[in-house]
């Protein structure tokens, strides 16, 4: 199962870059968990600066822009 991990303050952007990776994970048909880290001191502790971002298996994938959903499929696979 991936663990997706969504950081930002909820955000009209970070609320867009879910919603695309929920669409993204859904068309490659993985089994998935999806979290929404808001805490500004869990984000740094990422390294990111810039929201929103995306982190994947503990992996930071993003930052700072809202990728496609077809786009974030290559970033699942």
């Known amino acids: 199962m991936k663990k997706i991990q969504i950081l930002g303050t909820g955000c009209s952007k970070c609320t867009k870059l879910a919603a695309n990776t929920e669409t993204a994970a859904k068309s490659l048909g993985i089994e998935y968990e999806i979290e929404k880290v808001t805490d500004i001191n869990?984000?740094?502790?990422?390294?990111?600066?810039?929201?929103?971002?995306?982190?994947?298996?503990?992996e930071v994938k993003v930052v700072g822009k809202v990728p496609s959903p077809a786009d974030i499929e290559d970033l699942l696979k």
Do not use: H, W
């Open 42 to 58: 869990k984000i740094m502790s990422f390294g990111v600066m810039t929201t929103p971002a995306l982190v994947v298996d503990g």
